[in-house]
């Protein structure tokens, strides 16, 4: 059992991670080695609230066990809000009419360079780094390697 406690965002929220490696050779289930039921307790707006989530994991208990589990589950939004929410509202992914054939894999690879190629080049702020290589193209042409640094 891994227990974490956090505040922020105008709420506080508990975590409780239970794992148990109990249906490991009694579930038809490639791989699986841990079961995990994380109970998330969240104080907003005057009220308690209680969720509760479940997930498999192919990672064993001696090589992870309930708080590295708990820190990955957790970590997991980390990818969600550098990612997914950079090409969700700065790129506006969600709004682009085109869905058919390999030109949404194409365009969702390119913003995944966009925005790693701005994170390598220090910016944290995507946006304000899009609004800046607009403006200032010499200074995208330096990023991608087109023109040199003087």
């Known amino acids: 059992m891994a227990h974490t406690t956090s505040k922020g965002h ?10 148990s490696t109990r249906l490991a050779g009694h579930l038809d289930w ?3 080695k841990q079961v995990c039921r994380l109970t998330r307790t969240t104080w907003r707006e ?8 479940y997930a498999v994991t192919s990672v064993p208990r001696w090589l992870v066990g309930a708080t590295g ?3 990955c589950w957790r970590g997991h939004w980390k990818i969600e809000n550098r990612s997914h929410y950079v090409r969700d509202v700065t790129f506006r992914e969600d709004a682009c009419r085109i869905r058919t054939g390999s030109a949404p894999q194409n365009l969702a690879a390119l913003r995944n360079a966009a925005i790693a190629l701005l994170r390598f080049h220090g910016h944290t ?3 304000a780094a899009l609004r800046d290589c607009t403006w ?8 991608l390697g087109i023109f040199k640094k003087e």
Request: hydrophobic share 30%.
């Open 69 to 71: 589990l708990l820190g």
């Open 10 to 19: 105008g709420r506080r929220e508990r975590h409780h991670l239970e794992t």
């Open 136 to 143: 200032k193209t010499q200074r995208l042409l330096t990023m």
């Open 30 to 32: 490639p791989g699986l």
């Open 46 to 53: 005057g009220k308690w609230t209680t969720e509760v989530d």
């Open 125 to 127: 702020n995507i946006a």
